[in-house]
């Protein structure tokens, strides 16, 4: 846990969300646009995810929400635009150890589908130096309820058990920001709870995406809607109700 008032100014708590937690770094996206060709995917795009803090983004499909998640991780680059962690500019240099400080899960799982379960993360545990890493395995294991299957080879697990495996992995490091495309995709209601004490649970900064937006709004401190490229609206999240947020999305979401 992070020393709490170091982030706030003498003694004011940090506003860095719902839980305070300052000791996670934060994610700072300024003027970001991607282009394919002469297809604009994002347009001078500005996202503030504070430190310990958790927005969940909204938008309808190809509203460039894959492509914004992808930058931050990395793993795609932008065309213009700036991306930092922690102040840290990750856009300017290729950073080695940006996956060590990133959990991130999308629809694609990162897992070896020969493999078992437990080599896997076996795998992704000494990818990422993990220490005490057969404790850390079977804790994470136990986490998302899957130690009875941790011999199986991955590509016998059923969709929503290998979205359970892909949050491990995504976990496995302790990394301190979450960047979760549709985790909920083929969760089944105990999973869906797992993964809701899991993710408020944390000291981390979490970037969701989801088209639930019941569920995010509910899990997150902010929330954002993208729509075509441009970020078209952003709020607290406790101050909308569900029905209000429903509302605003089909206003904006068009
Ligand atoms: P979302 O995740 O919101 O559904 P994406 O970020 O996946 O949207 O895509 C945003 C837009 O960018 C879409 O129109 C998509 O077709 C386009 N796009 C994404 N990746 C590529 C690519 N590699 N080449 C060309 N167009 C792409």
């Not at 960047?179 to 995709?185: A, F």
């Not at 969701?208 to 078209?232: F, K, Q, Y």
Request: glycine share 10%; aromatic share 6%; hydrophobic share 40%.
């Amino acid at each position: 846990m992070g020393d709490r008032s170091a982030a706030g100014v003498a003694g004011t708590p940090a506003t860095s969300g719902a839980h305070g937690v300052a000791s996670a770094p934060g994610i700072s996206v300024r003027q970001l646009t991607k282009t394919y060709g002469r297809f604009r995917a994002l347009h001078r795009v500005d996202l503030e995810v504070a430190p310990g803090s958790f927005l969940a983004l909204f938008g309808p499909n190809g509203a460039g929400k894959s492509t914004l998640l992808g930058i931050i991780a990395g793993l795609v680059r932008p065309s213009r635009g700036q991306v930092f962690l922690d102040g840290e500019e990750i856009t300017k240099d290729r950073d080695e150890n940006l996956g060590k400080r990133i959990g991130a899960l999308s629809y694609q799982t990162y897992l070896y589908d020969e493999l078992t379960v437990l080599e896997n993360l076996r795998f992704y545990g000494r990818l990422f130096g993990v220490e005490d890493r057969e404790e850390r395995i079977e804790s994470l294991l136990s986490t998302v309820g899957m130690e009875s299957r941790s011999g199986s080879p991955v590509r016998t697990l059923s969709r929503g058990m290998r979205q359970r495996v892909a949050l491990a992995r995504a976990l496995l490091h302790d990394p301190d920001i979450l960047l979760l495309d549709e985790p909920y995709s083929g969760l089944d209601q105990d999973a869906m709870v797992m993964l809701k004490t899991v993710l408020t649970a944390r000291n981390k900064t979490i970037l969701l995406v989801t088209h639930d937006l019941v569920r995010g709004l509910e899990s997150a401190d902010r929330v954002a809607i993208l729509n075509r490229g441009r970020l078209v609206f952003e709020a607290e999240a406790r101050e909308l109700s569900a029905s209000d947020f429903e509302q605003t999305y089909r206003d904006h979401a068009v």
